[in-house]
Structures are given as C-alpha cells and as structure tokens.
C-alpha cells in the first residue's frame, strides 16, 4: 500500500489513525490486507490494492486478537 495513502486514510468513524496489515500465513488460512483501526477495534479490508472504507464490510476485531 502507498504510505501516502496510508498517511491521508483515517477511520471513518473515530477519524483515528488506521494500521496497514499486509495479510499472508495466519492461524492455518491466508490473511487478507486490512486496515487495522486499534482505537475501535475494527479491520477495513483492501481489495485489490483498494481499501473498503464501509463500517458494514469491516470486520470486528476478537478482544483477544493482538493488533500490531
């Protein structure tokens, strides 16, 4: 993902910073890239290098799932 996207890109519910997870090998399956919102606990996919920035196609983050 291009940084200077990464660095304009806020959530958008909190307006907070969001963390760019690349995805690979995790926990037996592959992780898709998200972007990881640590203040709300949510993960905005990125489908083909182009992030899904819609509450309703994020995924809740488990409160025991570590964020980076």
Same mark, same amino acid.
């Given at each position: !993902?291009?940084? +200077? #996207?990464?660095? /304009? =890109?806020? @959530? %958008? #519910? @909190?307006?907070? %910073? #969001?963390?760019? $997870?690349?995805?690979? $090998?995790?926990?037996? $399956?592959? &992780?898709?890239?998200? #972007? /990881? @919102?640590? /203040?709300? *606990?949510? &993960?905005? %996919?990125? *489908?083909?290098? /182009? %992030?899904? !920035?819609?509450?309703?196609? &994020? +995924?809740? =983050?488990? &409160? ?5």
């Amino acid at each position: !993902m291009d940084k +200077r #996207l990464l660095e /304009i =890109l806020a @959530c %958008p #519910l @909190c307006k907070g %910073p #969001l963390v760019y $997870h690349k995805g690979g $090998h995790k926990g037996g $399956h592959n &992780a898709e890239q998200e #972007l /990881i @919102c640590k /203040i709300d *606990r949510l &993960a905005y %996919p990125v *489908r083909d290098g /182009i %992030p899904v !920035m819609l509450q309703d196609e &994020a +995924r809740q =983050l488990p &409160a025991d799932e570590e964020v980076e």
